[in-house]
C-alpha cells in the first residue's frame, strides 16, 4: 500500500464489513508487520513446543501412550508448517522467520521455556497449555487475514484432540495409586500460572507490571478479537471444572466463584516472572534455542537431498515435455 487514502479507505472497509483481507489486497505496512511478528511467534511456539514433550517419546509409559505423543508432536510440526507458508504470503521467507528464532530476534510462546520433570508433565501440557491454546486460537480462526484463519481452523481441530489426550492421560493418573495421583497434582502445581502467563501480559498496567502494548492495534485491525485478560478469564472458567473432574485441587487459595461477576476469581501470574522469560531468563530458553540451533544445522543434508531431487525431478519433467 502506498499510504493513498483511497487505498485505505478500502482496506478499512474491509476490516469494518468484517471481511478478509487477502494477500493481493492492499494492507498497511504496520498491518503486514504486526501480522508477520504474531505468525512468526506463533510458527516458532509451536516448533519449539515439540522439544518438551519430545523428551518423553523415548520414556512414554505403555507402546499406545508413544504412538499417541508421537502423533501429537507431529501435528505440532504440521502446525509450524501451515504458519510458516501463512507469513510466507507476506511477504517474508521462512529461511528469514528461522533465522530470527535462532538469533532470539524474534519470540516463541514463554510456556515452552518450563522443563517436563515426569511424564505428568505430559498430560498437563495436552490437558492445560492445548487448552489456553485453543482458548487463544478458536478466535484466530475469524482473524482478518485470510491465511492465518483458515490455517488456524485446522490447528484448532488438532488441538482440541490434543487437549482431550491430556485430558484422558492425566485422569488415568488421577485414578491409579497414590504416587501417580501425587505426580499429576505435582504436574498441575506447576504448570497453572505459567499457562495462564501464556495469554500475556494484563490489558491494564498494575501492581507495576507491564501490559500488552499490542492489543488495541490488533483488535481494531480484526487480529485479534479479545483482550489478553479475556481469553484468560475464559480459560480459567472453562478448566476449574475439569481439575474437579479429575480430582485435583489448583494450586491458588484464592481461586473461587464470584456469584456477581459470574467468573471465577483467581490469582494472575507473576508479571516479573513472565517478562524475565520472555526477555530469556527462564529454566530452559538456553537449552530450547540451542537444540533447535543444532537440529536445524543437522538437517542440512536432508534439505539438501530434497532439493537436489526436486532439481532432478524438474529436469525430468522438462525433458519429458
Ligand atoms: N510468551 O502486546 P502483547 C502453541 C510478547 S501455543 C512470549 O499482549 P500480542 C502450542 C508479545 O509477543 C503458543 N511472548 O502482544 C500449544 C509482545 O512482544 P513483541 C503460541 C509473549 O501479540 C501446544 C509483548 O510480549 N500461540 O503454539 O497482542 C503445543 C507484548 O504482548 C507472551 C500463539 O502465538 C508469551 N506468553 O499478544 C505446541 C497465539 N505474551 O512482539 C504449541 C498467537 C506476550 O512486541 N499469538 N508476549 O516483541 C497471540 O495470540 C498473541 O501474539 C499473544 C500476545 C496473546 C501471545
Same mark, same amino acid.
Given at each position: ?22 494477500? =493481493? ?6 498491518? =503486514? ?269 536432508? =534439505? ?18
Amino acid at each position: 500500500m502506498d499510504g493513498s487514502d483511497e487505498q485505505e479507505a478500502a482496506f478499512y472497509a474491509i476490516i469494518d464489513a468484517d471481511g478478509r483481507i487477502e494477500p =493481493r489486497d492492499d494492507m498497511p505496512e504496520a498491518y =503486514r508487520r504486526s501480522l508477520v511478528r504474531q505468525i512468526a511467534q506463533h510458527a516458532h511456539s509451536e516448533i519449539i513446543g515439540m522439544q518438551p514433550e519430545g523428551n518423553w517419546i523415548s520414556r512414554a509409559p505403555s507402546l499406545r501412550r508413544k504412538a499417541i505423543l508421537l502423533a501429537k508432536v507431529q501435528d505440532e510440526a504440521g502446525h509450524g508448517l501451515y504458519l510458516y507458508a501463512a507469513a510466507e504470503t507476506l511477504g517474508v521467507s521462512r529461511d528469514e522467520l528461522l533465522d530470527k528464532l535462532h538469533t532470539r530476534r524474534q519470540k516463541y510462546s514463554s510456556i515452552f521455556n518450563y522443563p517436563t520433570l515426569t511424564w505428568a508433565d505430559v498430560g498437563a501440557i495436552g490437558w492445560l497449555v492445548d487448552g489456553a491454546a485453543i482458548t487463544n486460537q478458536i478466535p484466530l480462526t475469524r482473524c482478518s487475514y485470510g491465511p492465518y484463519a483458515r490455517a488456524m481452523v485446522r490447528i484448532c481441530k488438532e488441538e482440541s484432540f490434543h487437549q482431550r489426550q491430556g485430558f484422558e492421560a492425566l485422569l488415568a493418573l488421577t485414578r491409579g495409586t497414590p504416587e501417580q495421583k501425587a505426580m499429576a497434582q505435582d504436574a498441575l502445581n506447576r504448570w497453572w500460572y505459567p499457562s495462564l502467563a501464556m495469554f500475556g501480559p494484563p490489558d491494564t498496567e498494575g501492581g507495576g507490571a507491564k501490559r500488552s502494548t499490542h492489543t488495541e492495534q490488533s483488535m481494531r485491525w480484526g487480529i485479534k478479537r479479545f483482550s489478553n485478560d479475556e481469553l484468560r478469564q475464559r480459560f480459567v472458567d472453562m478448566t476449574v471444572p475439569q481439575a474437579d473432574v479429575l480430582g485435583l485441587r489448583m494450586p491458588d487459595p484464592d481461586l473461587r466463584w464470584n456469584d456477581e461477576r459470574g467468573h471465577y476469581d483467581f490469582t494472575p501470574p507473576d508479571w516479573d516472572e513472565l517478562f524475565a522469560v520472555i526477555n530469556g531468563d527462564g529454566p530452559c530458553n538456553a537449552q530450547r534455542i540451542e537444540h533447535r540451533v543444532s537440529a536445524h544445522h543437522e538437517g542440512q543434508w536432508v =534439505r539438501d537431498a530434497a532439493s537436489a531431487y526436486a532439481a532432478k525431478r524438474q529436469r525430468h519433467l522438462e525433458g519429458v515435455a
